[in-house]
């Protein structure tokens, strides 16, 4: 609560000579401001409240990473900037206008369909996420960019269900091989971008990481066997990476290609769930023991090998 007081100079009583005084009054910044003291009735010191900004929070539902939530959700197809994406959201939205759903950008490999991933995208939403998945990843940020303008102009849409909805300037990308670079170069081109979760992916030139920003960060997920791995161990290894990030491998069963976001896909929910939704996964990524350094993939066969640096 603030209090603000005016310090009012003292009135002079008015001469016999016709004379216009003013009553000067002093601002906390300096300034002043004047009033004639014929329009001057009476001077009181007022205290007044001024209401704090409320914090927004995010939505957040369910809290287990291994299964989709309790959400039902709404699935538009053929969406977006271009068409062909496929946006998918919880049905029954926050009315709170302080409490809003976070964004997650996926981005699908070379070739393939978002609709592939429907699994991770579901679980996403369901949990709480806003989900744009787009119609393709080129490796330039770009596309994730449009979407993410996309999302922003319908979330100042009155008559949009997104309207006053979602958070917009924190946002986390994410996707599969080429997916996985369209993620990386959004995060380090676009400044609402504040995380990346590369799946099966890593630069081919081995140093966009480094490009990185130190206020972002960044994991890779990948397979023990995958065509991705020398390039994801590589990004990630690059000396100059100065922001905070991990790199989780999947071993123990042989994991390839197509591991990160079908049977890894834990590893994913739970860092958006840190990273954009601020709930507390940080042990399980940055510590000996932490469930993504050194655990079991539950439910699946094979364990997490991870690292980390920079936190």
């Known amino acids: 609560m603030k209090r603000i007081a005016l310090l009012a100079a003292t009135l002079v009583a008015m001469s016999a000579v016709a004379q216009t005084y003013k009553m000067r009054v ?3 910044d300096g300034s002043e401001v004047f009033f004639p003291t014929e329009e001057v009735k009476q001077v009181d010191f007022v205290e007044y409240n001024e209401e704090e900004p409320k914090e927004i929070k995010v939505f957040l ?3 287990d990473v291994n299964q989709n939530g309790p959400m039902k959700l709404t699935e538009l197809d053929n969406i977006g900037p271009g ?3 496929i ?4 049905t029954n939205m926050s009315d709170d206008p302080y409490v809003k759903h976070p964004v ?3 981005g699908p490999g070379g070739g393939t369909k978002p609709d592939a991933y429907m699994g991770i995208i579901n679980r996403l939403a369901s949990q709480g996420f806003v989900v744009m998945a787009l119609r393709e990843s080129p490796g330039s940020g770009d596309l ?3 979407a993410l303008d996309w999302l922003e102009e319908k979330s100042k849409d009155p008559n949009g269900p997104l309207y006053n909805r979602i958070i917009t300037d924190r946002v986390g990308c994410a996707g599969h091989s080429m997916g996985g670079l369209e993620s990386e170069q959004a995060l380090i081109k676009d400044k609402r971008v504040v995380t990346a979760a590369l799946n099966n992916s890593g630069d081919l030139g081995h140093t966009a990481m480094s490009y990185v920003s130190a206020d972002k960060t960044a994991m890779i997920v990948y397979g023990e066997s995958g065509m991705e791995a020398p390039n994801a161990e590589a990004d990630y290894n690059n000396n100059g990476v100065k922001c905070p990030a991990c790199l989780i491998k999947m071993v123990g069963n042989d994991w390839g290609h197509g591991s990160g976001p079908w049977g890894g896909m834990a590893a994913t929910v739970a860092w958006m769930r840190w990273q954009i939704a601020g709930e507390d996964h940080k042990s399980e990524f940055t ?3 932490g469930h993504y350094v050194n655990g079991n993939i539950i439910g699946e066969k094979g364990y997490w090998n991870g690292k980390y640096k920079n936190w």
């Not at 946006?87 to 919880?90: A, S, W």
């Open 26 to 28: 002093l601002k906390n």
């Open 61 to 63: 539902a369910g809290d």
């Open 83 to 85: 068409g062909g994406n």
């Open 87 to 90: 946006l998918v959201y919880p």
């Open 104 to 106: 997650v950008i996926w």
């Open 144 to 146: 994730a960019i449009a």
């Open 287 to 289: 510590t000996p023991n």
